[in-house]
């Protein structure tokens, strides 16, 4: 099975560069399944329904979220009739919405994806290791599904890393969001379970974190907030992570970065052909 993850979208160029490439992307690399991080596509923070349903209809098979995921407001509504929206799966009992969901992939697999949100320095949550236990003996590799994708959504390298060790060969792949940054040490571990700390982002790396650059540095200069955070608008370089899933197994057997567009240098995984 061949899986797409796509980092942080941020703002309409963003999102536009998911309309404009994924479709295309999917045909061509035979792509069986796509996660998006939606988080920062509604004007940097949180997601609309209609974006929801405009990033599925671009091709994502499950939209993962994160600390944006309810910055607005309408989520709390459209999370429950949203099937493919999920928000972190260790936030508190009676939040609205799925922290995890079994999806279908285009090739017939049975897909889990959960989202989970790291605790170092990020906001108090419910212990993210205790969640993905759950939802590891309520729908384990290789029984009730096919694949397992976790979005660890975190700031720190330590805990991404810690998390991807513990449940390392009972997952297809733990990828981190949040940092908007795609890191170098993408690799499948010991136990067979592929691992990044930061895929990455779908939006503009002239700005800062995708935000417009002028506000950021003002804040770091004076710290005295002189405007809104806006996104930028040039043009967005597509960050994600593939990988080839072994269909025995539910584990990985390669893993590249994929980034097109935009101002980081293009990298497509060799494995597409
Ligand atoms: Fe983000
Ligand atoms: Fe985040």
Redesign the pocket.
């Known amino acids: 099975m061949r899986l797409l993850m796509l ?2 979208v ?1 703002g309409r160029s963003g999102r536009d560069a998911i309309t404009a490439k994924l479709p295309a992307l999917i045909d061509s690399a035979r792509i069986d399944f796509v996660i998006i ?1 939606g ?2 596509s509604a004007g940097g923070f949180g997601i609309t329904e209609d974006i929801t349903t405009a990033l599925v209809d671009a091709g994502a098979d499950a939209i993962t979220t ?3 995921a309810f910055d607005q407001r309408e989520a709390l509504v459209f999370a429950a009739r949203q099937e493919r929206f999920l928000r972190p799966a260790n936030f508190p009992p009676g939040t609205p919405g799925r922290g995890a969901g079994m999806f279908t992939a285009r090739n017939g697999a049975r897909v889990l994806v959960v989202n989970v949100m790291g605790r170092v320095f990020m906001d108090a949550l419910d212990d993210p290791f205790a969640a993905i236990e759950r939802e590891l003996a309520a729908a384990p590799l290789g029984e009730a599904a096919d694949a397992v994708i976790i979005d660890f ?1 975190a700031e720190a390298t330590s805990e991404k890393q810690a998390f991807a060790h513990f449940v390392d060969g009972r997952a297809s792949l733990v990828v981190g ?4 940054v795609p890191t170098s040490d993408y690799r499948i571990l010991p136990g067979g379970t592929a691992y990044q700390s930061d895929v990455g ?1 779908c939006g503009d790396f002239e700005g800062v ?2 935000m417009e650059k002028d506000e950021p540095v003002r804040r770091f200069l004076t710290k005295l907030p002189s405007g809104r955070f806006t996104p930028a608008l040039g043009p967005a370089t597509l960050c994600g992570l593939a990988v080839e899933i072994d269909d025995n197994t539910g584990l990985a057997a390669a893993v590249a970065p994929l980034r097109l567009g935009g101002v980081l240098s293009e990298t497509v995984p060799p494995f597409w052909g």
Do not use: I, P, R, Y
């Not at 969001?177 to 908007?180: D, L």
């Open positions: 980092g942080d941020v991080n988080e920062n994160g600390n944006h959504h969001t949040h940092t908007h982002m974190l995708g």
